[in-house]
């Protein structure tokens, strides 16, 4: 989880890395020739591709890490399956207590 928290970190920073060389693009853009436009856009292409190689690295942790979670709860109700009714029951029980209903 703590790898998934830290490259969400990164992430961020990636994206407000993106933001500040947007941001200097549109300033530079004012006195620049085009060919000094293009290169800053090229900059902000190429932050933006690592954005997105971030973003797919941080899905494929976050898929990796709910099949492992699944994998494990599967693993533990077929091993207790009548614990596991029970305990569903009981948190069916409480959230249906609890939770607010609509009147009719």
């Known amino acids: 989880m ?5 490259s969400r970190d990164q992430l961020v920073e990636d994206f407000k ?3 500040d060389d947007f941001h200097d693009l549109t300033e530079e853009s004012k006195n620049a020739s085009g060919a000094a436009i293009q290169r800053g856009y090229d900059a902000v292409q190429e932050d933006i591709k690592d954005g997105m190689h971030a973003m797919h690295d941080i899905g494929g942790k976050i898929a990796a890490g709910a099949e492992r979670w699944k994998n494990s709860a599967g693993e533990k109700i077929s091993h207790n399956p009548w ?3 029970a305990i569903a029951a009981v948190a069916g029980l409480l ?3 609890f939770l607010p209903h609509k009147k009719r």
């Open 2 to 6: 703590k790898s998934v928290k830290k």
């Open 17 to 19: 890395r993106v933001i």
């Open 83 to 85: 614990r596991s009714i």
């Open 95 to 97: 959230l249906d207590r």
